[in-house]
């Protein structure tokens, strides 16, 4: 996974609890990626990062937060977590000189 | 925004080439396609990109048309182990570095 790390690889919430997913990169690339998947669809960009400090929406940021302190940790929040947010969340980096992502393993979350 | 068009689903005899299409028909110029692969629910694999020309790699190889608004796949030798969706991704048009991921390919290779 290209030294990208998620946890946890799983959780089950109840409605309206938050979480914290994290995800840790270990070779100090500058973008950072978050992806929901939902059962049977396609990859729908939440958030992503340019660098430490910089943040911007995806294609689904709404319900999430992300900060990105430093360059190796990019944390997504969820602060009222809803049945909808059912999803398997996927970290990513991109390798710098290239547009190539390299995804970790993903956490399987429920909510219910 | 930068839309790649796919299949929904393809099958595919074992030992077969497998030839996967998608349409761009918005790409930027000097916009790469990429593929990736995701088998069962494992994050998204990275396969091949290109630009213009033709593209091969240990894993599959890459035609893009003159006029850049389609590209094949061809995994030349397909075994039961490429049954994946493939995605055929392109950058956000806006200048931006987010990628858009379609449904993708069920491919299904069969025995």
């Known amino acids: 996974n290209a030294g990208v790390t998620q946890t946890p690889k799983f959780r089950i919430l109840k409605i309206g609890q938050s979480m914290t997913l994290q995800c840790t990169q270990d070779m100090n690339h500058n973008y950072m990626y978050w992806y929901r998947q939902d059962p049977g669809m396609g990859l729908k960009l939440i958030y992503y990062?340019?660098?430490?400090?910089?943040?911007d929406k995806g294609e689904v940021p709404n319900g999430y937060n992300v900060s990105r302190s430093t360059t190796e940790d990019f944390p997504l929040r969820l602060e009222l977590a809803a049945p909808s947010q059912t999803s398997v969340y996927f970290c990513?980096?991109?390798?710098?000189?290239?547009?190539?992502?390299?995804f970790g393993p993903g956490t399987r979350l429920t909510v219910l | 925004d930068a839309k790649t068009t796919q299949p929904t689903s393809m099958d595919c005899a074992e030992g077969r080439a497998a030839n996967l299409p998608c349409n761009h028909s918005t790409i930027s110029g000097n916009e790469y396609v990429y593929w990736y692969r995701q088998i069962h629910s494992q994050g998204p694999q990275y396969i091949i990109h290109?630009?213009?020309n033709n593209e091969t790699n240990e894993m599959a190889s890459l035609i893009i048309t003159e006029d850049r608004k389609s590209s094949t796949l061809i995994l030349p030798h397909a075994t039961l182990r490429d049954t994946a969706v493939y995605y055929c991704?392109?950058?956000?048009?806006?200048?931006?570095?987010?990628?858009?991921f379609g449904t993708g390919t069920r491919l299904k290779v069969l025995a």
């Open positions: 290109g630009l213009k």
């Open positions: 991704i392109v950058r956000d048009s806006g200048g931006t570095y987010k990628y858009i």
């Open positions: 990062s340019v660098g430490a400090g910089i943040t």
């Open positions: 990513a980096i991109k390798t710098r000189g290239t547009d190539t992502q390299y």
